[in-house]
């Protein structure tokens, strides 16, 4: 698994797989080849934290066990430290503080320490300076911890997928968003007029760059190893009815997480406002007006502790 490997698969590759980057091949989001080495070049420079990838290997693997883990959080001690610090934080809420890894792995369990983990190393990600850009990696980054945060509470609630994926898929949504702020912000300022001339932000990066941060995003997830389901949430978190696989109940969970958060003015550009989700997302999640309003009501304490997440 490596974002730079010399045998990652080609742009070309991605549109015929059967079963990832759907949107990059379908009708409307296919990307013109014509742009095809700008993306290819884009995706070249993206690249995630050698422990966050080892993280997602583990994840993947259903002999992995805590002693991996341990092993790969150890390699950087950075990250272990920074680990350790907020697993005693309010927002793992123990009852008495942990001395070691092996016992918050005890108590929290091997899911949740390993998004911890996840989120720390891929923290520092966001938290490079930028220069000028479109957005502001620090807002970007509590956006992408609340909308995990909100995405593990739905899917609690509804029983629609398991927390910590859903976690990790609200973490990682957004990263296109990083990307694109990162290696083309001199374009930032072109997206940034056409919306303020009323497009949403994928149409005016579509309209600027020819792709879409949630497809930037989702080519890269692929290309670093993200379960197939993480890929489908980030590339049709905008387009939750578009996702034509059994992600879905994922993608659903993003969406209506990515729309709390930015209606509660925790969204990843300032002012930014999203279409509520509709009634064929909210039905399929056993979800209603009434129970949207519920998740709502609790959004204060859902995301009270996001702060101790902060980029250290
Ligand atoms: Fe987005
Ligand atoms: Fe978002």
Do not use: K
Not at 115 to 125: D, E, P, Q
Not at 155 to 184: K, S, W
């Amino acid at each position: 698994m490596s974002s730079t490997s010399a045998t990652a698969p080609s742009l070309r590759a991605a549109f015929e797989a059967d079963d990832h980057c759907l949107s990059l091949r379908s009708g409307e989001r296919a990307i013109d080849p014509s742009i095809e080495p700008m993306f290819e070049q884009l995706t070249g420079l993206c690249t995630l934290p050698s422990v966050a990838q080892r993280v997602i290997q583990i994840a993947d693997d259903p002999n992995a066990d805590t002693q991996d883990l341990l092993e790969v959080v150890e390699t950087d001690p950075a990250v272990a430290a920074r680990l350790m610090q907020v697993v005693n934080s309010a927002y793992c809420g123990l009852r008495n503080p942990v001395g070691d890894l092996r016992s918050a792995l005890t108590l929290l369990g091997i899911e949740r320490v390993r998004s911890l983990a996840l989120t720390i190393s891929i923290g520092g990600t966001f938290g490079r300076p930028t220069p000028v850009g479109l957005l502001d990696p620090q807002r970007l980054w509590d956006h992408s911890v609340c909308v995990a945060t909100i995405s593990r509470q739905i899917a609690t609630r509804c029983n629609a997928c398991q927390p910590e994926e859903a976690y990790l898929a609200g973490l990682v949504h957004d990263m296109g968003l990083l990307f694109i702020n990162q290696h083309l912000n001199s374009l930032a300022p072109r997206v940034l007029a056409h919306m303020q001339s009323g497009m949403s932000l994928p149409n005016a990066e579509r309209h600027v760059l020819a792709f879409d941060h949630a497809q930037v995003g989702a080519y890269v997830a692929w290309r670093c190893g993200f379960p197939r389901d993480i890929v489908a949430a980030i590339d049709y978190h905008h387009a939750p009815a578009a996702c034509p696989d059994e992600a879905v109940p994922l993608v659903r969970v993003v969406t209506i997480a990515n729309y709390l958060s930015t209606r509660y003015g925790r969204g990843s550009l300032e002012g930014r406002r999203l279409p509520a989700p509709s009634e064929g997302i909210l039905t399929p999640m056993g979800l209603d007006l009434l129970s949207l309003r519920q998740l709502w009501e609790e959004l204060p304490e859902t995301v009270a502790n996001v702060h101790e997440l902060a980029i250290a």
